[in-house]
């Protein structure tokens, strides 16, 4: 019996160059921070810019990380998806509208409830929709892309023109609820508290996203499905009914961010979720199709940049996105964090 | 020498054939066939939006790739000659070099769309197109100096196209510049489609099916299909934008609800769709139908809605303004169930 060949694993160092292009896109929503900090030089704007910039980009990302995973699970690209956001915005606000006591009344509790129940019934009835809208809309057409986006961007005319027949052609003037109106000052700066609101929300939903695709059995089972369906269902998962479930939660999570997103503007209309999906549309392409952390530095990086733009050079800010996302492809043409996808 | 004419891809169907032969002889003879201002506004609407359809089938159709930024080189043209004629003066000088400086800005976007989104993945393009046309939409509009923002601007056509111009009567008609400006409507468009209509018969149309029905094996049969895409884009933007410049040439005014609306891209996409993805001709049927049920059909809803006004929610329906609703439901059952759209549905059942 001979020896086995003399081995000697190599332990490369990583030249540090190669370690920072590796770890580029974590550092670019620090990056972006400080450049805005030194660029408009007064902390207080700074920070009341940020606080929007940050509570702008969460809501995005609470749009955006659906999308991005029914995609990377099944290679769909549902163009319906800005209606979900419709939907959830005028059921939410419906709700908010038809609790107008509680809304009105100055306590937190009472304030916060009925957010938490709009958020619940939007949630709700999206997640539904988003069922059906599998079954009905995208199921047929698996594996065409082309039918898909057809099909979806039909779907998505037929809801909102749905929302319009059930809630009127006009858009929806609302007020927040009472003890969400106004700002804190905080070191001279302004800071509105839904914002804040907002970025909580965002954080939550981030880290407990985060926590079931690290620590749970699904979560795994959703990786790897991006990673490589075909051997997730070799091993005998039964990836449809998973993505039926993603599919599912990505749009109570549309949903989700409608209600939001209406409680930020204060008005609501049918096309506001065809609006957003411009912005969802570049951050899933600057994340990287099929990537929950490449949306949401996408998310953040065009929610912090677009505020920035707008305080220092105002007439920027409507090409500041599509600058975004050109230097982005400039520099790496799949996205900040492709998923690897076997094809 | 008709069969050259169009380039040897004949209908193929008879009843097709009497429906083509109709909308041209239709058209070829609108100011004297339907007099009135609406009829003829509708006619020269018919031909600009055949042109359209047809150049974005050769996006859609023959090369398998969405587009949502037509309606945006659309734009780029009608922009394109209202700007020149309005800073240039008018005259036909304005117009060409309008006509063809928004042609080459189309095909130039077109290009550096192209080359960001299409090397990658072409469901990129979808995407990156929508949000580069959206921006652009709100560009025009925000840019109120240039471009007049929301409400657009109006400007002056040559003299001799104007309804000044009277040249006498045939047929008890009076002739005036807006029919001969009609005829320039209806002749570019004519040889601008009987173009696309050689283009995609060519080998380089050929190359462009096989890329989408299977673009891994045109790959290894050696043609660069990322090449060929980028080439029909162009192609495609440029058309568009000629039909843009003759838009507005007709109106004698741009705005961004004629051109650059979202609403004008989905009328394009379900005019291809419904007509038929993968032929020119289909473009024509669509383009054709879809307008003049625009015109004529929302009428018909109104009345529909007044008579069910009793029952409050299909009153709601049947409202002439959620006329989308139907094109929206009529547009998915078309994908599902007719995906070769009008033209493949007669060119099988003859």
């Known amino acids: ?343 | 020498m008709l069969m050259r004419l169009i380039s040897g891809d004949s209908p193929r169907s008879r009843l097709l054939t009497a429906l083509l032969l109709v909308i041209f002889f239709g058209l070829l003879f609108a100011p004297f066939l339907f007099p009135g201002v609406r009829a003829l506004e509708t006619a020269a609407r018919i031909c600009v939006f055949i042109l359209l359809a047809a150049s974005y089938d050769l996006l859609l159709g023959y090369t398998g790739v969405v587009s949502f930024a037509h309606a945006m080189f659309f734009g780029m043209g009608a922009y394109g000659v209202g700007l020149a004629s309005q800073h240039m003066g008018r005259g036909f000088g304005s117009l060409i070099f309008g006509s063809l400086a928004g042609a080459a800005l189309a095909a130039a976007f077109a290009l550096v769309i192209a080359l960001f989104s299409l090397r990658v993945r072409a469901i990129f393009f979808a995407m990156i197109t929508l949000a580069v046309a959206s921006a652009m939409a709100v560009l025009v509009s925000q840019l109120s100096q240039i471009t007049g923002g929301e409400d657009g601007f109006t400007f002056q056509i040559p003299r001799a196209l104007g309804p000044a111009n009277r040249m006498g009567e045939f047929g008890g008609i009076n002739i005036t510049g807006k029919i001969l400006n009609y005829y320039v409507v209806f002749f570019v468009s004519l040889a601008l489609f009987l173009s696309l209509l050689r283009i995609v018969n060519s080998p380089f149309g050929r190359v462009l099916q096989a890329i989408r029905e299977n673009d891994f094996r045109a790959e290894a049969i050696g043609y660069r299909v990322v090449r060929y895409r980028i080439i029909a884009t162009c192609i495609s933007a440029a058309v568009a934008a000629l039909a843009g410049s003759l838009f507005a040439l007709w109106l004698r005014y741009v705005g961004p609800d004629t051109t650059l609306s979202f609403a004008i891209m989905l009328d394009i996409l379900l005019m291809v769709v419904i007509g038929g993805m993968g032929t020119i001709w289909g473009a024509a049927i669509g383009a054709t139908l879809m307008v003049l049920a625009q015109t004529y059909l929302q009428n018909l809803m109104g009345s529909a809605a007044e008579a069910t006004a009793a029952i409050p929610l299909l009153s709601r329906l049947l409202d002439p303004d959620r006329w989308l609703l139907w094109l929206g439901v009529l547009f998915i059952l078309s994908v599902y169930f007719f995906p070769a759209g009008i033209v493949g549905r007669l060119r099988t059942g003859r």
Do not use: C
């Open chain 1, 1 to 343: 019996m001979t020896d086995a060949p003399d081995h000697r694993p190599t332990m490369a160092d990583v030249p540090i160059a190669d370690r920072i292009a590796r770890a580029m896109p974590l550092l670019l929503v620090p990056i972006l921070l400080v450049v805005g900090f030194v660029a408009i030089g007064n902390p207080s704007s700074w920070l009341t810019l940020t606080v929007s910039g940050l509570a702008m980009g969460m809501m995005i990302f609470i749009m955006a990380s659906g999308l991005t995973l029914v995609f990377g699970l099944m290679d769909v690209i549902s163009f319906g998806h800005g209606a979900f956001i419709s939907v959830g915005a005028f059921v939410g606000i419906s709700v908010v509208l038809g609790l107008a006591e509680w809304a009105q009344a100055p306590s937190l509790l009472l304030n916060l409830g009925v957010v938490l129940l709009a958020v619940l019934a939007a949630m709700a009835v999206t997640g539904l929709l988003g069922w059906a809208f599998e079954r009905v809309i995208v199921k047929p057409v698996y594996g065409a892309h082309l039918k898909q986006i057809l099909v979806t961007v039909g779907g998505l005319i037929v809801i909102e023109q749905l929302i319009h027949v059930i809630w009127g052609p006009d858009e929806i003037f609302f007020a927040r609820p009472e003890m969400l109106k106004g700002a804190f000052t905080f070191w001279g700066a302004a800071l509105e508290k839904f914002r804040l609101l907002a970025v909580v929300i965002g954080l939550v939903l981030f880290v407990a996203m985060r926590l079931v695709f690290r620590r749970t059995r699904i979560g795994l089972i959703v990786r790897a499905g991006v990673e490589n369906g075909e051997m997730v269902e070799a091993l005998g998962y039964r990836l449809r009914l998973v993505f039926v479930g993603v599919f599912i939660a990505g749009s109570a999570l549309a949903g989700l961010g409608g209600v939001m997103w209406g409680l930020y503007q204060e008005v609501i209309t049918a096309g506001m979720g065809e609006e957003m999906m411009i912005l969802v549309f570049i951050v899933v392409i600057i994340g990287g199709l099929g990537s929950v952390e490449g949306a949401f530095i996408g998310a953040l990086m065009v929610g912090l940049l677009q505020n920035y733009i707008a305080f220092l050079e105002p007439k920027l800010a409507l090409i500041s996105n599509i600058g975004l996302m050109t230097a982005i492809l400039m520099w790496r043409p799949q996205g900040m964090m492709p998923v690897v996808k076997a094809k």
